[in-house]
């Protein structure tokens, strides 16, 4: 990689940079008033086309006196002063004469430093003086600084209208005495430095001068409680001293130094300490301390990929967006797209910058153009990694992109000194030093670049997590999006949620007088659908499926015009793989007992009903939200997904497939059913056998749900075969699905499986194992599937994929054979549908001595042609057989009536 940049370019390249600024600056903040039906001013207009005229005119003058245009260096920073117009049309309309004028000021002054050819020699010469002055013009606002934002700290100094922050000058001249001061002591280089423990150190002559103009500079801004320009002087000198030593134990000393300050000053400072803890946890104080970081991130979020649209997004919500979040401002309204845009224009300028100090022909122009650079970049980095939590916010602006006078005045008087630090006029002092050749300086040069550039993608790398990664789950976070969503419902009707067959489940219904509700259809499946709170956030499909309700995804150039025009916008209609009639009937089956019961289709994985009890209302107050949380029935706990219970001889399916799977049993193998045996000293008990029957096989043994066979199967089986079936069920995975869920657990003693009698009790059900409903439902599903685990679906127009195979398709086929056995003759009977092959297995798992056992059921049907698979958990009913089997039959026996028309 090279970052010096070539100064000539290709004509047609040359031509877009110098016409794309001046469009932009028109046309983006344009588009906004636009879209935001605000009418610009006379004077708007006016300045505005001034402005615009500027870029063009940049490269003549350029050319008149003798300079060459570099467009990598300044159409960035004219692309970003448009961006910066953009953000203030949007939260700030009236300001952005104001900004506009700023521009042109800067733009003055640029021309004003480019044309004086001496320029460099005298900053170069003065440079104390330059440096007191300024100095002493930032310690003048400890006695007459204007507290402009009003949170106490007098940072500005007032002239006329305007007002200015001197710490700007400041950092520009303290980058100035820096780069005189190190090009011209470079002879004590090579001057044999003092080791300080483990540390080199040079001589007090040379660093005494250093640190202490620096010191003075931080502690100027430090005594204002402006932390942040500190920042960027203690970088800043630490990347010139790399560059002019190569010293890596002087820059280390210099951050040892710092650090320890850096830590007195947060030991010392309210106002540092609570900018570290918003940033550590914004969520600890989400309308307080925190409330302008997570609008930032909501914003971000928001906009995802392609962006709200302009105008349509609630950057109002963001405090100070126009100075301190413009990135968020874009990332609302104009996407990952927009705001990789800014990341990609502040990479080229700074890199850029940093090249130009690599043509530079002397070591002076080299350090006053390389620190220039660093501290643009540092700048940057701090702004922007703040907006994105990646560091504490420190408050200061980002450069020709944020609000601001003093800062868009200092940006242009940056570029000014970078443009003239390699014309002619820059030259060495009259006195030869000894110096090392340049190409030592372009070494170190390129890796500082480097590093910067790592920095840059490391914020876009943040950028795709806050707005693809992390948008769904923040939209339905009420903290970061609760406002907007709120707001959002006022002017964008809500999709409808439809079940498999276009039946409506949830709709927005608009009242006359303007007010929109959110009907829900079919209460009973409120763990399915969800709900939409602006205060609360979203859950269940109305949360997985945000995006398309509200119209935010699958947008059209017809959307965007929409937008424009500002028209009504509906959303999205999603459809759901759920079964309307099934779902009810599932309900009804259940008869309002707690637990859960999970129809699916074990081919395609599409979840037919999905029944959790108790259900609450979707519509809650707020008063009601507080109940429902401190409910010892735990009603929003969706028991179907993420409610954990012992599966009780359901599980026995599991051990039956991995006996068969490694070779250890088969369906006709003999098998006894003793009613006690002794493994390790703890008595297990079977009085399972139906009376009259006698276990001869394994299929009995199943059928008949034999404990102490399934134990000593489960011994014979071993920890390693035992859990490695149950790993390729999933049983320890949360399942992926659409809605949250829960992972299951074989043990929670360490070393439980490990025993003989831990591993018995667990081969038939009991031990330590937790499984969720889904789990059941998906093992009886992959048995109906030849072995095949989907992956659950809920919505529609997903794609059916499969989730991992658990096991054989021969042993898939004998494990069913014997399910069916067990709905045959054995205790599964009572989900017998007539004329109809059907699987299943009972279940009744002890929770508690002396407290009624769970009932559970798992089954398929038909088993020839397998087309649903059903788990039913009761809590505390007693007998799977007698209260989950009929539960079970009813949805099947209804889905079947269903499909064949009956």
Known sequence: MTLALGTRHPRRYSAMMLVLPPLLLIAAPLTVLLATDVTPTPEQR??????????????????????????????????????????????????????????????????????????????????????????????????FGDDVTGQGTRLWL?????????????????????????????????????????????????????????????????????????????????????????????????????????????????????????????????????????????????????????????????????????????????????????IALYTLLTLRALARSREAGDRFA???????????????????????????????????FSYGGSSMLMGWVMLALLLRARAPGATEPARPLRRPPLPAIDARNRRVGLALLLGFLVLAGALGYWQVVRAADLSSDPAVMGERLNREAARVTRGRILDRNGEVLAETVRASDGTVQRQYHDPGAVHVLGFNSPRLGAAGAEAAAADDLMGRTQRTPLDTARDLLHLDREGADVRLTIDADLQRVAEEAMGGATGAAVALDPRSGDVLALVSNPTFAPDFSEEEWTALRNDPRSPLLNRATQGLYTPGSTFKTVTLAAGVEYGLVGPDSPAECPEQIFIEGVSIVSRNEPPGQRTEDVTDAYAYSCNTF????????????????????????????????????????????????????????????????????????????????????????????????????????????????????????????????????????????????????????????????VAVVKERAGSGSQQAGPVARAIMEAWLSRDSGG
């Open 366 to 400: 080299q350090l006053l153009s390389a620190g220039l650079a660093v501290s643009l970049a540092v700048q940057v980095l701090v702004v922007l990694g703040g907006v994105l939590r990646l560091v504490p916010l420190t408050g200061i602006t980002s450069p020709f």
């Open 46 to 143: 006016g300045t505005a086309i001034v402005v615009a005229a500027l870029p063009v005119v940049t490269p003549i003058f350029l050319r008149v006196i003798g300079l060459r245009w570099d467009p990598l260096l300044l159409a960035p920073a004219w692309v970003l002063c448009a961006l910066g117009l953009t953000v203030i049309a949007r939260v700030q309309p009236d300001l952005l004469e104001r900004q506009l004028l700023w521009i042109t000021l800067g733009w003055a002054a640029f021309i004003a430093l480019v044309g004086f050819p001496p320029l460099i020699e005298w900053l170069r010469r003065y440079r104390y003086t330059w440096l007191t002055a300024a100095v002493l013009l930032a310690l003048s606002t400890l006695f």
């Open 710 to 869: 399934f134990a000593q199967l489960g011994v014979e089986l071993g920890e390693g075969r035992f859990t490695e079936m149950s790993g390729a069920f999933g049983l320890t995975e949360a399942v992926p699905f659409e809605l949250p869920t829960a992972a299951g657990r074989l043990s929670s003693t360490p070393g439980f499986l490990g025993r003989d009698a831990g591993l018995a009790a667990s081969a038939f059900g009991q031990g330590e194992l937790q499984v969720t409903p889904l789990h059941l439902a998906l093992v009886t599903a992959a048995v109906a599937n030849g072995g095949e685990v989907p992956e659950p679906r809920l919505f529609l127009d997903d794609r059916p994929s499969t989730w991992r195979r658990a096991m054989l398709p021969s042993t898939a086929r004998a494990v069913a054979a014997m399910m069916e056995r067990g709905v045959e003759a054995g205790w599964a009977s009572t989900a017998a549908i007539p004329g109809v092959r059907v699987a299943g297995k009972t279940g009744s798992a002890e929770v508690a001595p002396d407290d009624t056992s769970h009932a559970l059921f798992i089954a398929f049907a038909p088993v020839d042609d397998p087309q649903i698979a």
């Open 158 to 342: 007032r002239i006329g209208p305007l007002t200015m922050q001197p710490a700007e000058l400041l950092r520009v001249l303290l980058i100035v005495f820096l780069a005189a001061y190190l090009s011209e002591r470079t002879e004590l280089l090579f001057v044999t430095w003092r080791r300080l423990g483990p540390l080199s150190v040079p001589p007090p002559a040379y660093w005494l001068p250093l640190l202490g103009m620096v010191g003075l500079a931080v502690m100027v801004v430090v005594a204002q409680r402006d932390f942040g320009p500190s920042v960027i002087y203690v970088a800043t000198f630490l990347a010139m001293l790399y560059l002019a030593t190569g010293r890596r134990a002087a820059v280390l000393t210099a951050i040892l130094i710092f650090a320890g300050a850096a830590l007195l000053a947060y030991g010392t400072s309210d106002r540092i300490q609570g900018r570290v803890e918003a940033w550590l946890d914004p969520w600890a104080d989400a309308q307080g301390a925190g409330y302008q970081s997570l609008q930032a991130i909501g914003g971000l979020a928001f906009g995802g990929v392609t962006g709200a649209g302009p105008g349509w997004g609630y950057p109002g919500l963001i405090p100070a967006a126009h100075t301190d979040y413009p990135l968020a401002v874009i990332g609302e309204e104009w996407g990952l797209l927009g705001t990789l845009a800014v």
